[in-house]
């Protein structure tokens, strides 16, 4: 694997990441209860 070639695997994981953690937080609010704040 190039220098390149791993950047773009991060960059793609990184976006991955991002999309999902919305999701993500979604349903571990919902699993544990709303956070009081």
């Given at each position: 694997?190039?220098?390149?070639?791993?950047?773009?695997?991060?960059d793609e994981?990184?976006?991955?990441?991002?999309?999902?953690?919305?999701?993500?937080?979604?349903?571990?609010?919902?699993?544990?209860?709303?956070?009081?704040?």
């Amino acid at each position: 694997m190039t220098r390149s070639s791993t950047n773009d695997a991060l960059d793609e994981i990184d976006s991955l990441l991002e999309e999902n953690a919305e999701e993500f937080v979604k349903s571990y609010v919902q699993r544990t209860g709303t956070p009081s704040s």
